[in-house]
């Protein structure tokens, strides 16, 4: 499938629309926000009907600023939300016909996913608000279903892998550059917590923010061949977010994909290979003498320094907390004998709406732990057959470990997918994936000073 030229009249338009939206709710211009909403909205229409990779700079935009959200009664509506709007602009621009998306090899999949969204629906009539806990089901198929669509698009893939690199590398940039401003005194908390001072970008918190970088970090690698050297700063400008985020979950995550990478170099056997893994040996050693270094400068401030000093903590802070909530989930399934069952999507909270320390509904961490107090053994079963059948939809399963093994780690302590980025992230390495040696930017930089300079 190759990417149809965009329409630039309609991307000038959009840009022009999203331009005046911010201008408006900058300078408060009117007193009504509906007004520079309504316009927004309309520029980004009208930007994703420019071009399919217009339509998916929208949608993973919708999914990287996750942060932002609408109360709307029991609904929490977030960006990502309304950019299901796109999903039909992506299809036109797509092409895609029902045939060539519902593939023999694609039925597995489609089977469990469609199992896994029915049965948990069903379980959540049960639940004290079957109207939340579905809303929380509604986000599970949402993120579905993007994955189907994406499996059909194999060159022009990578150019989308590409525009989601810079979209979340400039993003992770700027929180940076605002975290060097705080450290110096400037009080700048632009994609920092206010809460903790770890990078936060514009995400619901830094465990989300972490969570889709080491995630995207998987994409990358899985894409590693492809890329250019642009690619590989911005790549470079998100591991350093992934500390800065201070996530240990993300942490570990990261550990796991330098890994998975190490033994598939190592799986090659040729001596650039086994060179190449030698390097990678050397720099996994040399990292945490660098990071307690810098720990111990006060570079990294308090909160990540304590983390890092305190990696499985499971007797205090957030891990004990989090023991805490799993015990209690244990002790509602056992009491109305639904380990088969569950209790209905989300419905933890609504079972106990002051947690232990008495702030806020309490909140069940890990995605696993979840699956099973929410829909059961049976909900579990075959959430974890859909993974697998993602898994061997993928052209290069070795490498496309990376994304499942960071997905997988993260959301064991960070319950997540109801989020869109995960299965967008999926999206990227499910079906075909031809790594086609489109003109690097080095390449063509070089070409341009070539043809420029004197003959």
């Known amino acids: 499938m190759k990417i149809n030229n965009p329409s630039f009249g309609t991307l000038i338009l959009g840009f022009l629309g999203i331009f005046i939206a911010l201008v408006l709710f900058a300078t408060k211009a009117t007193e009504s926000s509906e007004i520079y909403l309504v316009i927004l909205a309309v520029g980004l229409l009208l930007v994703a009907c420019s071009g399919m990779v217009a339509s998916w700079v929208v949608v993973f935009l919708g999914a990287t600023v996750n942060g932002i959200s609408i109360n709307l009664g029991f609904l929490t509506v977030r960006p990502e939300h309304l950019t299901a709007a796109v999903f039909l602009i992506l299809i036109y621009h797509m092409r895609l016909s029902i045939p060539a998306a519902v593939q023999k090899s694609r039925v597995p999949l489609i089977c469990l996913a469609s199992g896994f969204i029915l049965w948990a629906a069903v379980v959540s009539l049960g639940s004290p608000n079957p109207a939340?806990?579905?809303?929380?089901?509604?986000?599970?198929?949402?993120?579905?279903?993007?994955?189907?669509?994406?499996?059909?698009?194999?060159?022009?893939?990578?150019?989308?892998?590409?525009?989601?690199?810079?979209?979340?590398?400039?993003?992770?940039?700027?929180?940076?550059?605002?975290?060097?401003?705080?450290?110096?005194g400037s009080g700048s908390l632009l994609g920092v917590s206010p809460v903790s001072g770890r990078l936060q970008g514009f995400s619901f918190e830094p465990n989300i923010f972490a969570s889709q970088a080491v995630v995207w970090l998987g994409v990358l690698y899985f894409w590693r061949s492809s890329l250019c050297r642009l690619d590989k700063i911005a790549s470079a400008v998100i591991v350093v977010g992934v500390l800065f985020a201070g996530t240990r979950s993300a942490w570990l995550a990261a550990v796991a994909v330098v890994a998975l990478g190490l033994l598939n170099v190592l799986r090659r056997g040729s001596a650039r290979s086994v060179l190449l893994g030698g390097v990678i040996g050397i720099v996994g050693v040399a990292a945490p003498f660098l990071?307690?270094?810098?720990?111990?400068?006060?570079?990294?401030?308090?909160?990540?320094?304590?983390?890092?000093?305190?990696?499985?903590?499971?007797?205090?802070?957030?891990?004990?907390?989090?023991?805490?909530?799993?015990?209690?989930?244990?002790?509602?399934?056992?009491?109305?004998?639904?380990?088969?069952?569950?209790?209905?999507?989300?419905?933890?909270?609504?079972?106990?709406?002051?947690?232990?320390?008495?702030?806020?509904?309490?909140?069940?961490?890990?995605?696993?732990?979840?699956?099973?107090?929410?829909?059961?053994?049976?909900?579990?079963?075959?959430?974890?057959?859909?993974?697998?059948?993602?898994?061997?939809?993928?052209?290069?399963?070795?490498?496309?470990?990376?994304?499942?093994?960071?997905?997988?780690?993260?959301?064991?302590?960070?319950?997540?997918?109801?989020?869109?980025?995960?299965?967008?992230?999926?999206?990227?390495?499910?079906?075909?994936?031809?790594?086609?040696?489109?003109?690097?930017?080095?390449?063509?930089?070089?070409?341009?000073?070539?043809?420029?300079?004197?003959?």
């Open 291 to 455: 990071i307690s270094t810098l720990a111990a400068a006060g570079v990294l401030g308090t909160e990540i320094t304590y983390r890092l000093q305190n990696l499985l903590e499971s007797d205090s802070g957030t891990g004990a907390y989090r023991i805490d909530n799993f015990e209690l989930a244990f002790g509602d399934l056992s009491s109305w004998d639904a380990w088969w069952v569950g209790l209905g999507a989300n419905s933890f909270s609504q079972y106990h709406a002051i947690d232990s320390t008495g702030t806020g509904p309490a909140y069940l961490g890990s995605l696993w732990i979840t699956l099973v107090y929410d829909s059961g053994f049976i909900g579990l079963a075959l959430f974890l057959g859909l993974f697998f059948a993602l898994w061997r939809l993928t052209e290069r399963r070795p490498e496309s470990l990376a994304v499942f093994v960071a997905i997988a780690i993260c959301a064991a302590f960070t319950n997540f997918l109801w989020f869109q980025y995960a299965w967008l992230s999926l999206a990227m390495v499910v079906g075909r994936a031809d790594q086609t040696d489109y003109p690097k930017f080095d390449d063509k930089l070089n070409s341009t000073i070539s043809l420029g300079g004197r003959q």
């Open 132 to 184: 939340a806990s579905l809303w929380i089901v509604l986000q599970y198929a949402l993120g579905i279903v993007w994955l189907l669509p994406f499996a059909t698009v194999s060159d022009a893939k990578l150019t989308l892998v590409r525009a989601g690199t810079y979209i979340f590398a400039c993003v992770t940039l700027l929180s940076l550059i605002s975290y060097a401003a705080r450290t110096l």
